[in-house]
């Protein structure tokens, strides 16, 4: 069977609070808001990416560090303690444990953690 079109159409991260989640991420990364409502929020980054922002009954943030979690990892340019500063400031905070020193990881407002590098992937 040949491959039918697939593309990625977004990113959604569970939470217990989607409008404030999709506004900190619209904060931190810039772009439009695309809706928000009780149940779900969505936003698109500057680069295209969509993020929804949905809410789970019972939510339980992720722990960091652990196996098997998706996160972000952010372009912090030159300047990554600007970056990290940036990210504090729209409501992240660091987490506790950080595995290496190329990269920052931050947790944001829902406890799921994502990176911020000055290393960014070029294949």
């Known amino acids: 069977m040949p491959r039918p079109y697939l593309d990625v159409a ?3 991260i569970d939470c217990s609070g989607p409008r ?3 506004r900190f991420y ?3 990364v810039g ?3 695309l809706w928000e409502n009780t149940s779900s929020s969505g936003i698109r980054t500057q680069s295209g990416l ?3 922002a949905q809410k789970v009954a019972n939510y339980a943030p992720p722990v960091w560090p652990s196996a ?3 996160h972000f ?3 912090a340019g030159v300047s990554l303690d600007e970056s990290i500063a ?3 400031e729209c409501g992240a905070t660091e987490a506790a444990e950080q595995p290496d020193p190329r990269w920052r990881v931050l947790l944001d407002p829902a406890g799921h953690p994502f990176c911020i590098t000055t290393e960014v992937y070029d294949g």
Do not use: K
């Open 73 to 75: 990892d952010l372009d």
């Open 86 to 88: 940036y990210a504090v």
């Open 50 to 52: 969509n993020i929804v």
């Open 10 to 12: 977004g990113i959604s």
């Open 31 to 33: 772009g439009e808001l």
């Open 20 to 22: 404030e989640l999709a």
């Open 68 to 70: 098997s979690i998706v």
């Open 26 to 28: 619209l904060a931190l």
